[in-house]
């Protein structure tokens, strides 16, 4: 089954038993996200709420709670996890960018609304947790921008508070890359042609949510993932090229001198900022939406859900992507643990080759796109440790790291969301590399406790024999 847009991927979860349909009548104030964030901390299917009160469009949840939808998401069989959904990104990536296509009619152009008819506060925008700020349109949705000088087309997820029939706050922090445009619009005066994006392929939420290298079209990553390109539709509006199967769209401008106050939204980190300061904001010229669109939502806050399960695969792939094009060898595996937000803690296994190996794969990490910003923590392991075995981290921590050596801590970029930080001052972290690598140097390495091969395989043949469960 193809996947180009958000009910196709509704389609295949329903194929594959997750989907579940609340038909029951829900609140999309407090309600819809609790139910929500209940059915995700129990493992539950992906929601999509058909009766919200007060409106006729369904709400989607959940949709990317687990390995599971990822795999679909990806057009994998469900089955592997993240590290190995990574490297399945990471062999696509290889084959080059690929850039979208132009189409000239869209499903997205089924409904258009200017004018009067403009009225953002007529969408199913819920509010999720009782000290939230008010009700997002956009945790799920991305921003569309195009580079004044170069011509690049940057889309990112940043949050997007319903604030007025025509105004939607968006929260781009500082040095993110629709802040670093805005700041080229800023700088000659105008405006900035924005468009949020709802829905549309489901893996360009994916990759609007992680550090892609800057000047790089997530469209051009999403159409390498593919194999194909992103179908788009140039609007006579803002130039923009919009994904032609979205399921809504707001369209306009972003004024560098017109900011709002934002927030708070119980955020992914499992807290609320104290950053109080003014923020951007969308001024919706024109709304585009499919027929029958559905809106979709993602709980953020404390992990895990879906935010955190697809930073974990965005992180984990773009960085692991990183490392691939600084050409450092040996590395056989990445994983960013979704119980890390999806986004503070790294492990890397690596095949060491060299001395000094697993301090250069470190390095590399911490100095990457992908891995420099908000990195807590890297732990390096060796090549017989898959870097989602717990089991075998917490044993080469034991058993393969010195304190006094296998240290080492330095600084760099910060999350402005980091909780760990002094509220005002978030803009560097201290981070700590762990190398728990046995050193490649050594003469005398330690000998590990091993089967016999042969016994191994002969006892294995005689399984049944003992009377024992399979195993
Ligand atoms: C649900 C969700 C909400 C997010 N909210 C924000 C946000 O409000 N502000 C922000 O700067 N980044 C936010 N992010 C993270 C960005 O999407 C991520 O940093 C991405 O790299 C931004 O795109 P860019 O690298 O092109 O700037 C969010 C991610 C997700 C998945
Ligand atoms: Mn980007």
Known sequence: MQIDDLRSYLAALEARGQLHRVTAPIDRDLELGHVAVLGERSGGPALLFENVTGFQIPVLTSALTTTERLAVVLGEEPGPGIPELSRFWVQRLASGLKPPEAV????????????????????????????????FFGTTAYLVVRDPESGWINLGVYRMQELAPDRVAVQILRGKHADMILDHYRERGEAMPAAAIMGGDPLLFLAASSFIGHGVSEYDVVGALRGRPVEVWHSDLSGLPLPARAEIVLEGVIDPAETCREGPLGEYTGYYSFEDWQKPMLKVERVLHRDDPIFWACTVGKPVNDIHMLQSLARTASLWNDLAEQRIPGIESVYVPPEACGWFWIVVSLRQMYAGHSAQAAAAVL?????????????????????????????????????????????????????????????????????????FEWADK????????????RVRARWSEFGLPPL
Do not use: M
């Not at 609304?113 to 939230?132: F, N, Q």
């Not at 330690?446 to 395989?457: C, G, I, M, S, Y």
């Open 104 to 135: 000239d009619k869209a499903p997205l152009l089924e409904n258009v609304l200017t004018g009067s008819e403009i009225d953002v506060t007529r969408l199913p925008s819920p509010k999720l947790y009782p000290e939230d700020g008010g009700r």
């Open 367 to 439: 100095a990457s796109s992908s891995g420099h910003h908000g990195t807590k923590g890297v732990i390096i392991v060796d090549h017989d440790i898959a870097p989602d075995d717990w089991a075998g981290i917490w044993w080469a921590l034991s058993t393969r790291f010195d304190a006094a050596r296998s240290v080492r801590v330095e600084s760099g970029r910060s999350s402005q969301l980091d909780p760990s930080l002094p509220a005002g001052v978030r803009t560097t972290t201290g981070r700590v590399v762990l190398d728990a690598c046995v050193p």
């Open 446 to 457: 330690p000998r590990e406790v091993k089967l016999d091969t042969d016994t191994e395989a």
